[in-house]
């Protein structure tokens, strides 16, 4: 079985003790690639540093968070743009918008999505989109973006069919994780229109662990775990949906 986290902030403190033990545990469990989405300037040294020493299994992306932003955020913007033309990134994340906790950035939320946007189209990489309770709004700037070659993933997809479809429509693959296997997710019931074509498996660690680890600190072994919920979806064994979303992952980030 080979499955791949596409989203997982494992360089973050929580992880400070056991990081090398946790990424050893999930390559036992299958898991052989892992993408690191940017959070903002504090986690830079941390995420490098540990794309460096496992090279061929964890990716670096690059990005501003939106819960990051606040009235400094260009110098944030220039931090991390700086850094794109220093190394390989695959990818440009985690962006977009966050209406859930604070609008007081909102405007500048809207504008550090829509620059960093441009950032992607330029450099054809894949964005990897935050969306809570946001999703019209972060559709409509897409739209309006006139960037006609994006591409990417909207993490944490917990929406309607209707929501999956106008993502899909958009050119974007739907990020599945922990919350797939909450028994009142919903996601039981959207899953089954959507063609698995568009699906791509994450853990989001140390956030939102599946059952059953629920409330702990969740890590990308654990993605085990959303990935036999999500195969049982689709009424296919896990190897085949492992192979599946990987291949979707490799033909996302281009790897």
Known sequence: MELTDTHCHIYLPEFDSDRNTTVQHAFASGITRIFLPHVDRSTTGSLLE?????????????????????????????????????????GIGEVGIDLHWDKTFRDQQEEAFRIQLGWASNRNLPVIIHVRNSHAETVQIIERSGLTNLTGIFHCFTGTPDQAREIIGLGFHLGIGGVSTFKNSGLDQVLPHIDPKWIVLETDSPYLAPVPFRGKRNEPSYLVHTASKVASIYNMTIDKLGQLTTENSKNLFGI
């Open 50 to 90: 540990l794309a460096d020493q496992y090279p061929q299994n964890c990716f670096p992306m690059m990005g501003l968070h939106p819960i990051s932003v606040n009235a400094a955020f260009e110098q944030e913007l220039e931090h991390a743009e700086s850094l794109l033309d220093t190394r390989k990134f695959y």
